[in-house]
């Protein structure tokens, strides 16, 4: 029986992904968006394990594309491309009523900040868990049961939601139910199959 609800936040709550960031950016200058794209998940990655900070992400991409630091926009363009759906939200504030709810996200520490402020205090939830700060990211088994763990919770009690197949791979794997969002309308009806009604 489902007890714990585990939402991803970009792709799900939020109305946005990196790949918008880097189709945004690659616009603006001119560039090829693969190469651009190929740099900046690297630089991802290592900001979402909390190896690196926004500050010398964007030093590197800086001089790998000529490309002065303050343009990147990598603040502003998140406050201006991103977008709470407030659809989810609503679909979470009722599920809340009667399921412990819980964020998980592969996140930058920069974007978790401007999320917190943005978004994250506006959707119904107990505890985020951040991979900046936990130093593991989805799909990786570990990162799940630390989730898990925390939250005094069976897999089997669990439903993860996450708009990447990887992840929601990784969830299963780790013994938790999962589903892959598309829309809140799909999620809404896919949680009925788990007899869960907001």
């Given at each position: ?111 978790y900040v401007e999320s917190k402020k943005l978004f994250l205090n506006k959707v119904k939830h107990g505890r985020t868990f951040a991979s ?64 869960i009604t907001p």
């Amino acid at each position: 029986m489902v007890k714990l609800l585990i939402f991803d936040v970009g792709g799900v709550i939020v109305d946005y992904t990196e790949e918008e960031y880097m189709r945004y950016i690659s616009r603006k200058f001119g560039l090829d968006v693969r190469k651009f794209s190929k740099a900046m998940n690297s630089l991802i990655t290592k900001m979402e394990y909390g190896n690196i900070k926004t500050e010398s992400a964007e030093s590197e991409l800086s001089k790998q594309f000529h490309i002065p630091e303050l343009d990147l926009e990598w603040i502003s363009a998140y406050k201006k491309l991103a977008r709470l759906d407030k659809k989810v939200a609503r679909l979470m504030a009722r599920l809340s009523k009667r399921y412990r709810i819980v964020l998980l996200s592969n996140i930058s520490a920069s974007r978790y900040v401007e999320s917190k402020k943005l978004f994250l205090n506006k959707v119904k939830h107990g505890r985020t868990f951040a991979s900046c700060y936990l130093r593991m990211r989805k799909p990786e088994r570990r990162i799940y049961l630390y989730v898990l763990k925390a939250m005094h919770t069976k897999p089997e009690d669990a439903l993860f939601i996450d708009n990447m197949q990887e992840n929601v791979d990784g969830a299963r794997k780790a013994g938790i139910k999962a589903i892959r969002f598309i829309s809140c309308a799909q999620l809404t009806k896919a949680l009925r199959k788990y007899r869960i009604t907001p």
